[in-house]
């Protein structure tokens, strides 16, 4: 397992964002921008006695997802040349492509982001496992009581809930 870093994009300017010592050790209470100059107050975040993590490490809200680390734009650049490709493969391009995702999906480490500011945690411990994405809470969020959904939030975040029912 790789070394815990968090990082997140800079509202300011978008840029990316390292939180330093996000393992817990000596967490700073700030961090500034390195492109823009723009500073972040940091929120301390619980983490578990297995040093898995109970709130997000940048905002210190409990809500966070678990997704895999994979670059979108990578994946959208396979499907892209595979359909590309199709009809002068006898559509086998499309096969690989679906085979190579299947290869990514099984080989590739998760990830951990926040519902709220979208700070990625990478190299945690795994417990307590957060579950997958799910729009309910992510509508619930973003829209407060304009949501259509209308069940209340989990009490302590979504650390060990269960995965979501859709």
Known sequence: MSA?????????CGARVDVPSADG?????????ASCGAVRELAPADLADTGGLLGCRACGHPELYRRKAFPRALGIGIVVVAAVLAPFTNYL?????????????LTMPEEVVC???DAVHRGFPTTPKHPRFDREIDERLKYGKRAVMGRPMREGGTAGAPEPEH
């Open 93 to 105: 391009s499309l096969a690989a492509a679906a085979l190579l995702d299947l290869v990514f999906f």
């Open 25 to 33: 050790a000596n967490p700073p209470s700030a961090v500034t921008c």
């Open 115 to 117: 519902y709220v500011c």
């Open 4 to 12: 815990p870093c968090v990082h997140y994009e800079c509202a300011e």
